[in-house]
């Protein structure tokens, strides 16, 4: 006791990367464990795989004041350390909606296997709830006889371009199947955040694990809510976007994941409600399973309501139209293309024969490597050139800040699909655009006297 305890993060991707830099922010001694070498001296140099920002310097700092490293070696940082986050994938089964549990359970093998000393095992990944009972029964069965190897859970709750921030600073902080030694340990690791007041909910292990999952669950429900009201909207003729702005006024609701327009995708939301849906039908709580299939299914549908509006814009087919593409990542200032409906979008235009040109500020090279047959161009100005149509589909900043008076001059047909009701329609239809949202009233273009007025910063 007094000594502080030396933590292990077993698994280096998002979430394990910023764990393992926030952990050593907080002060404490972390070594990271990862199985791929490359990405262990990358981390080891101060590099970051992926975009993230404000994680590269965390982690060059870290690096630099020895407190953190970073190893392939999983027994050698079990042995120097004594407080284990399990934070590897879940990913989706292939063909299946069950999350693959593989890396999870072999990676607490391999953490109670290699205990040498009394230590305590933290799960962070996002799991089907009944795993952590599992695991339980897995390290009872690996570790060494005489040691003390407790699992407890604790989800974890950031964003992706938000990772440093939600990890330092969380809205809550679950505490799963803790005893009063565990639950003290936990306090200790994080007692900075509850200092300033981040509020501790201690529960038993299935009501963590289950948090999580219905934390992404609601999330993802809140956005097809909107995106399904919007399809009403286009019909009856109303405004989206006001209404969204009306509702969130009432704090029962909030404005937060109101924005109607191209859905959710990334790595975490559409598998983790699939992963619900798998777990709750096998359970037998089916009334969730339903409820989850229409929201998937509303998400899916916004991606082909764009489709079928981009067919629209140019008349009737896209085959050999040039249409612009703004946007490859899954949302703003984030470089991961995981289940993106942009990519999604523009990969289907492509296959129906138009010429498709994708512009994205980080996400170009993952883009390309998931679609190598789609085109990239290197500014947003070489992407609307000659366009017959422009998508904006990521509401990256520098997209939406674009001078739209500069790319009517480039454009051949001076339509913008609006799939994330991002743009402010006055200005750019006073450019000379037409602006197209999803689920709003279509703003025409302007009558050219109106072009070249001053635009509001
Ligand atoms: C999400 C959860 O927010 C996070 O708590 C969890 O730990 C992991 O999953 P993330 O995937 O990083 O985080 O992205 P998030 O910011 O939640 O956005 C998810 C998707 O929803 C994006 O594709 C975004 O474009 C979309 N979205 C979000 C909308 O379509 N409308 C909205 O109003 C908000």
Same mark, same amino acid.
């Given at each position: 006791?007094?000594?502080?305890?030396?933590?292990?993060?077993?698994?280096?991707?998002?979430?394990?990367?910023?764990?393992?830099?926030? =952990?050593?922010?907080?002060?404490?001694?972390?070594?990271?464990?990862?199985?791929?070498?490359?990405?262990?001296?990358?981390?080891?140099?101060?590099?970051? +795989?992926?975009?993230?920002?404000?994680?590269?310097?965390?982690?060059?700092?870290?690096?630099?004041?020895? @407190?953190?490293?970073?190893?392939? #070696?999983?027994?050698?940082? $079990?042995?120097?350390?004594?407080?284990?986050?399990i934070?590897?994938?879940?990913?989706?089964?292939?063909?299946?909606?069950?999350?693959?549990?593989?890396?999870v359970?072999?990676?607490t093998?391999?953490?109670?296997?290699? =205990?040498?000393?009394?230590?305590?095992i933290?799960g962070?990944s996002?799991v089907p709830v009944g795993t952590a009972a599992r695991l339980r029964g897995?390290?009872?069965?690996?570790?060494?006889?005489?040691?003390?190897?407790?699992l407890v859970w604790?989800p974890?709750?950031?964003?992706?371009?938000?990772?440093?921030?939600?990890?330092?600073?969380?809205?809550?902080?679950?505490?799963g199947g803790?005893?009063?030694?565990?639950?003290?340990?936990?306090?200790?690791?994080?007692?900075? /955040?509850?200092?300033?007041?981040?509020?501790?909910?201690? *529960?038993d292990l299935a009501?963590a694990e289950?948090?999580?999952?219905?934390?992404?669950?609601?999330?993802?429900?809140?956005?097809?809510?909107?995106? &399904?009201?919007?399809?009403?909207?286009?019909?009856?003729?109303?405004?989206? %976007?006001?209404?969204?702005?009306?509702?969130?006024?009432?704090?029962?609701?909030? @404005?937060?994941?109101?924005?109607?327009?191209?859905?959710?995708?990334?790595?975490?939301? /559409?598998? #983790?409600?699939?992963?619900?849906?798998? @777990?709750?039908?096998?359970?037998?709580?089916?009334?969730?399973?339903?409820? =989850?299939?229409?929201? #998937?299914?509303?998400? =899916?549908?916004? !991606?082909?309501?764009?489709?079928?509006?981009?067919?629209?814009? *140019?008349?009737? %087919?896209?085959?050999?139209?040039?249409?612009?593409?703004?946007?490859?990542?899954?949302?703003?200032?984030?470089?991961?293309? @995981?289940?993106? +409906?942009?990519?999604? $979008?523009?990969?289907?235009?492509?296959?129906?024969?138009? !010429?498709?040109?994708? $512009?994205?500020?980080?996400?170009?090279?993952? &883009?390309?490597?998931?679609? /190598?047959?789609?085109?990239?161009?290197? %500014?947003?100005?070489?992407?609307?050139?000659?366009?017959?149509?422009?998508?904006?589909?990521?509401?990256? /900043?520098?997209?939406?800040?674009?001078?739209?008076?500069?790319?009517?001059?480039?454009?051949?047909? +001076?339509?913008?699909?609006?799939?994330?009701?991002?743009? #402010?329609?006055?200005?750019?239809?006073?450019?000379?655009?037409?602006?197209? +949202?999803?689920?709003?009233?279509?703003?025409?273009?302007? &009558?050219?006297?109106?072009?070249?007025?001053?635009?509001?910063?």
């Amino acid at each position: 006791a007094g000594l502080k305890p030396r933590i292990s993060v077993i698994g280096t991707g998002y979430l394990g990367a910023t764990h393992a830099a926030a =952990m050593a922010e907080l002060g404490f001694d972390v070594i990271g464990v990862d199985t791929d070498p490359a990405k262990v001296d990358a981390l080891s140099a101060g590099r970051v +795989p992926f975009h993230e920002p404000g994680l590269p310097e965390l982690i060059l700092e870290h690096v630099g004041s020895g @407190r953190l490293r970073f190893t392939a #070696d999983l027994a050698d940082a $079990v042995a120097t350390s004594d407080v284990h986050f399990i934070c590897v994938g879940t990913p989706q089964r292939r063909g299946s909606h069950a999350a693959n549990l593989s890396y999870v359970e072999s990676a607490t093998k391999a953490v109670a296997e290699a =205990m040498s000393h009394d230590g305590l095992i933290v799960g962070k990944s996002t799991v089907p709830v009944g795993t952590a009972a599992r695991l339980r029964g897995i390290i009872t069965e690996s570790k060494p006889t005489g040691i003390d190897a407790p699992l407890v859970w604790n989800p974890e709750f950031l964003r992706e371009a938000h990772a440093v921030e939600d990890t330092l600073r969380p809205d809550r902080l679950v505490f799963g199947g803790t005893d009063a030694k565990s639950e003290a340990v936990l306090r200790e690791i994080y007692a900075a /955040p509850i200092a300033t007041g981040t509020p501790v909910i201690s *529960c038993d292990l299935a009501t963590a694990e289950l948090v999580k999952v219905s934390a992404n669950a609601f999330l993802a429900t809140k956005i097809s809510f909107i995106n &399904a009201i919007s399809e009403l909207c286009e019909v009856a003729g109303a405004d989206v %976007s006001v209404l969204a702005d009306a509702l969130g006024h009432d704090d029962r609701i909030g @404005r937060k994941f109101l924005n109607a327009g191209l859905g959710f995708g990334g790595g975490c939301l /559409p598998k #983790d409600i699939r992963a619900l849906m798998y @777990r709750a039908n096998e359970l037998g709580a089916t009334r969730v399973v339903g409820l =989850m299939q229409e929201v #998937d299914e509303i998400n =899916m549908l916004q !991606r082909q309501r764009v489709i079928d509006q981009a067919i629209d814009a *140019c008349g009737g %087919s896209v085959l050999n139209r040039k249409i612009a593409v703004l946007g490859a990542a899954f949302k703003p200032d984030t470089d991961d293309v @995981r289940d993106s +409906p942009a990519l999604n $979008v523009a990969a289907a235009l492509h296959l129906r024969g138009a !010429r498709v040109l994708v $512009v994205d500020p980080e996400a170009s090279n993952t &883009a390309a490597r998931s679609f /190598p047959t789609l085109s990239f161009a290197d %500014s947003l100005d070489e992407a609307v050139t000659d366009a017959d149509v422009v998508l904006l589909l990521t509401e990256w /900043p520098v997209f939406v800040n674009a001078d739209p008076v500069h790319l009517a001059e480039l454009a051949t047909n +001076p339509i913008v699909l609006d799939s994330r009701n991002a743009l #402010d329609s006055e200005v750019w239809s006073s450019a000379g655009w037409e602006v197209r +949202p999803l689920g709003g009233k279509v703003v025409q273009r302007q &009558a050219r006297a109106y072009q070249g007025v001053a635009l509001p910063a």
